[in-house]
């Protein structure tokens, strides 16, 4: 039953209008389906045909009798110039539709929204150095404007993957790689790391919402969501740098790979040399900019730096959010 429904998904979805790829939200997301479905729909037809033909003809010209003679095959010119032109033409097609899409996925509109895209074990962050947005956890877009992506990576090697928008490239250190899209469709979509970057891997996800024009204008006008009070900005930079994806903010939640922070304020602490240390305002400061000085008993030095990532005044906030974890 589940192995049925697994093959009609594809029919159910394209009945509701989704398209068997997922939702189509970019400008791209039409045009890139439209070279699967001839993919797809010829290499049925080539099927159907190959196979067809070597069940009729393994039926019709089977050996009737012990003592049958077949007749020696001559060439057919016809036959054969009409099956290499004919896949030859279908392979060009494919080719000419793929290019294309190829081209206009490379050459970034001028004009586009510039976002810069940091990968980092094991999160997203995004900063639009024109707009003065920095670090936010989502990328916020406006509908129906062209955003440029250049992407780079704090660590090793991830890949930025937004489905419903059908644009994935590498995220290199060392490297910048650039993506563009322009998004047609309001709403919030995923975003996926899609090379496997280490046991955080799974958890390096994201999300893009695509907004009017207006609440864009706002969205920035307001530092991209990320002033309020101290307790506010540290929650949010608890999410946008990824330390959520480490760190529980209870005290009991374990097989993450950072120690939980519930309840660890004003706590004595074993650390993995065997000393003890106490978790107050300088240790998590500390932990921070220099997460492997005084790693905790039981845990791996994995910890990236935040150095040079977060200001005076962001890691005072951290500070008063991890401090309010019960
Ligand atoms: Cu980053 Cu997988």
Redesign the pocket.
């Known amino acids: 039953m589940s192995l049925i429904s697994t093959l009609l998904a594809p029919v159910k979805a394209a009945k509701s209008g989704a398209g068997y790829m997922g939702e189509q939200a970019s400008t791209f997301a039409a045009s890139t389906d439209q070279v699967f479905d001839v993919i797809l729909w010829g290499s049925v037809v080539a099927f159907v045909i190959i196979i067809g033909a070597t069940v009729l003809f393994m039926v019709k010209y089977r050996r009737r009798s012990s003592n049958q003679k077949t007749s020696p095959i001559e060439g057919n010119h016809r036959l054969e110039i009409a099956w290499t032109i004919v896949p030859a033409v279908f392979f060009v097609v494919i080719f000419v539709m793929g290019f294309n899409g190829w081209m206009k996925m490379n050459v970034p509109p001028a004009g586009a929204i510039e976002v810069r895209v940091v990968?980092q074990?094991?999160s997203w962050s995004f900063s639009y150095p024109k707009l003065n947005v920095d670090g936010t956890a989502h990328l916020v877009v406006p509908e129906n404007r062209p955003v440029k992506l250049i992407m780079s990576s704090e660590d090793?090697?991830?890949?930025f993957y937004i489905p419903a928008f059908r644009i994935k490239r590498d995220v290199l250190p060392n490297r910048y790689t650039v993506l563009w899209f322009e998004a047609n469709k309001r709403g919030e979509y995923d975003i996926f790391?899609?090379?496997?970057?280490?046991d955080g891997?799974s958890r390096?996800i994201g999300r893009v919402k695509v907004v009017s024009a207006k609440a864009f204008q706002k969205w920035i006008d307001d530092g991209g969501g990320m002033g309020g009070s101290p307790l506010e900005i540290g929650k949010k930079l608890f999410a946008a740098k990824g330390c959520v994806g480490c760190h529980s903010t209870n005290a009991d939640r374990k097989g993450l790979p950072g120690p939980p922070l519930g309840k660890a304020y004003g706590k004595m602490e074993q650390l993995a040399d065997g000393s003890k240390v106490k978790i107050d305002d300088n240790y998590i400061r500390e932990s921070i900019l220099k997460p492997n000085a005084k790693v905790v008993k039981g845990y791996q030095p994995v910890m990236p730096t935040f150095a040079g990532q977060l200001k005076e005044k962001q890691i005072n906030a951290l500070i008063t959010y991890i401090k309010s974890f019960k």
């Open positions: 990968g074990k094991w090793v090697l991830h890949s790391c899609t090379e496997y970057c280490g891997h390096m």
